[in-house]
């Protein structure tokens, strides 16, 4: 790259970086708000993992965004550029990074089984069984990310800063083989395998949705007086589409660069700051395509939904709480598939059926 455009595409990242934190962060905590407190006709499963899923990438934002990338483009000497700190701050970054992918990615499979075992639906529809879950996840995720924490080495770098040559201590990668090692594993536990498995999962479900369209039969769905479940399944669909799309376009460019910058280009004579190379440029694209998704979450989940929607109206017109719906093809799509007996509502001569014995049921 020339130097007008070098100083160009840096200019466009001390934009973009603090502006992402501007919105993203607000967003994400009036979105655990909404889903929290506010309900939305979600069920009591997705209210436990979206909300966490929301803390998450609130902290992803701040450890990496906010306090890693912000202050790099803003500072000429983070204070993170020192020990213990050039560590601490790898572990909670990577930390965050895991549980925001690994959320997301359980969260997936939990819904398959859930549409696939009426046992699962049963064990998962707990809501201690998922927060136990999520903080599982959070708690493993730290864990896992606890070697990370030695991959990076602060040592005294030479610069030139407005044509003075300097020395300050710098935080960067150690040019060690088992740096490689773990760079390798932690890029394919936080972006190849969470990629894969949204992906197979999401096309399973999609495939049991559109199986599902023959749930109930004419006679049933008239009875309901609601919209077609053909019309929901389609738009269930979409989401989930949207949401395999949104994650493998935003999470894929910075999976492949990242290995190869922490590969091939892995040793202390590289310089990362060098825009006229064209990996640097594309790292850094990619990572903000990456960082773009910790704060696009809540409308892939929570905007797509009507519920969210009436509910957010309500709060920032200070009314009331929105009235529940009554109609069962009103409610959540997930709940159309929680009818266990469906078939049982009719009788065999289409007589009225009256109910005497009903227990609630979670």
């Known amino acids: 790259m020339e130097g007008a455009s070098v100083i160009a595409f840096v200019t466009v990242q001390k934009i973009y970086y603090p502006l992402l934190c501007i919105t993203g962060i607000p967003a994400n ?11 939305c006709g979600m069920s009591d ?17 701040v450890w990496v ?29 990577y930390g965050s990074l895991y549980s925001s992918s690994w959320i997301v990615v359980v969260f997936t499979i939990e819904r398959y089984l859930v549409l696939r075992s009426t046992a699962a639906r049963q064990h998962f529809s707990q809501v201690r069984v998922t927060r136990l879950t999520c903080v599982a996840i959070v708690l493993v995720s730290h864990l896992v990310s606890v ?19 300097m020395t300050l201590p710098r935080c960067h990668y150690r040019d060690q083989t088992y740096t490689t090692i773990i760079v390798w594993i932690t890029t394919f536990l936080s972006g190849g395998v969470p990629i894969a498995l949204v992906i197979v999962f999401n096309y399973l479900i999609g495939y049991h949705l559109c199986r599902a ?26 989401l989930l589409g949207t949401v395999s799309v949104s994650f493998v376009v935003l999470s ?3 999976f492949v660069t990242y290995c190869i910058l922490r590969t091939e280009y ?10 006229r190379i064209p990996i640097n440029v594309a790292g850094d694209l990619a990572n903000m395509l990456q960082n773009l998704n910790s704060t696009t979450n809540f409308l892939l989940y929570c905007m797509v939904s009507r519920r969210f929607r009436q509910e957010m ?6 009314k009331g709480k929105a009235r529940e719906l009554g109609s069962v093809l009103t409610h959540t799509t997930m709940k159309v598939f929680s009818v266990v007996d469906h078939k049982a509502i009719l009788s065999s001569d289409n007589r009225p059926v009256v109910l005497t014995n009903l227990k609630h049921t979670e």
């Open 313 to 318: 109206v309500q709060v920032v017109t200070c």
């Open 252 to 254: 894929l460019p910075r």
């Open 213 to 238: 369209s023959n749930l109930f039969t004419k006679e049933e769905r008239r009875v309901m007086r609601g919209r077609s479940t053909r019309g929901m399944l389609r738009r269930t669909i979409l």
């Open 266 to 275: 892995n040793n202390e004579n590289f310089n990362r700051d060098n825009y």
């Open 29 to 39: 905590l009036f979105t655990f708000y909404m889903i929290c407190f506010r309900k």
């Open 45 to 61: 499963a997705a209210i436990v993992y979206l909300s966490c899923l929301a803390i998450v990438d609130t902290f992803y934002l």
């Open 147 to 165: 070697p990370l924490g030695w991959i990076n080495v602060v040592s005294p770098v030479n610069l030139t800063v407005n044509g003075e040559n």
């Open 65 to 93: 965004i906010l306090i890693d990338l912000t202050l790099t483009f803003w500072q000429l000497q983070p204070f993170w550029h020192s020990h213990p700190m050039c560590n601490i701050l790898s572990f909670l970054q």
